[in-house]
């Protein structure tokens, strides 16, 4: 399967993503911002909706032929990394 060209915002499920490229296009990923929201244990979370969308981000971005995780940091941060 042929990749398809990565697009500079995708809109999932009401959220936009939007492409980063760093390190000289080593370091290329998708992110999105939500609230920032806690677990039991206090520890930061995604936003479920958003971790929602980026879940089905990473499908789509799969079934186009890219390798790729979808990951999140904090702040409300999600990610999906193409590797």
């Not at 999932?12 to 911002?33: A, T």
Request: charged share 35%; glycine share 6%; net charge negative.
């Amino acid at each position: 399967m042929s990749k398809k060209e990565l697009e500079s915002n995708r809109r999932v499920n009401d959220w936009d993503f939007e492409l980063i490229s760093q390190s000289n296009g080593k370091d290329v990923f998708y992110q999105c911002r939500g609230e920032v929201m806690y677990d039991d244990y206090h520890d930061q979370m995604p936003e479920p909706s958003l971790w929602k969308a980026a879940i089905k981000l990473e499908g789509i971005l799969f079934k186009e032929g890219y390798k790729v995780e979808a990951t999140h940091s904090e702040k409300g941060w999600v990610e999906v990394v193409i590797n």
